[in-house]
């Protein structure tokens, strides 16, 4: 007996694109390590964290990428500091480039929180003055 094929097809959303993007920025990351392109490994970082948030998100595990951002840009920044003080061959480039990474990650996420705020606070107000004068 078959199963009936339209409760499946109308729960499929399509492939998602984020997995590419976390392969794209981890590569990115390290090959801007290895040929000591600090921006490149930072771009890529950044590249890494914005995909784990948006899977986090799309996955419903998650309300709000923001957070999931800034939590992520904290983890970076202490990995960032412990490889600096590994000072080892190597590790320095590295961790400089993950705790400049985690740095921007816990700017973008504030900035984005009071964006989201802001326009928030502006839609409501406008709400409650268009019902304030409709009563």
């Not at 078959?2 to 590569?27: E, H, K, N, R």
């Not at 590994?86 to 400089?96: A, F, L």
């Not at 929180?113 to 606070?121: A, D, K, L, P, S």
């Amino acid at each position: 007996m078959m199963s009936d094929s339209s409760d499946s097809d109308s729960t499929f959303t399509g492939a998602s694109p984020w997995p590419l993007f976390v392969a794209i920025g981890f590569a990115l990351s390290e090959v801007g390590v290895v040929l000591g392109l600090r921006p490149v490994s930072v771009a890529g970082l950044l590249l890494f964290v914005g995909s784990v948030a948006g899977i986090l998100t799309e996955a419903e595990y998650i309300a709000e990428p923001a957070k999931a951002a800034g939590v992520q840009g904290l983890i970076l920044v202490g990995l960032g500091i412990l490889l600096i003080t590994q000072n080892q061959n190597g590790t320095t480039i590295r961790g400089q480039s993950i705790a400049i990474a985690g740095i921007l990650c816990l700017v973008g996420a504030l900035v984005w929180v009071g964006f989201v705020r802001r326009r928030t606070r502006a839609t409501v107000s406008t709400t409650e003055t268009s019902e304030t004068t409709s009563d």
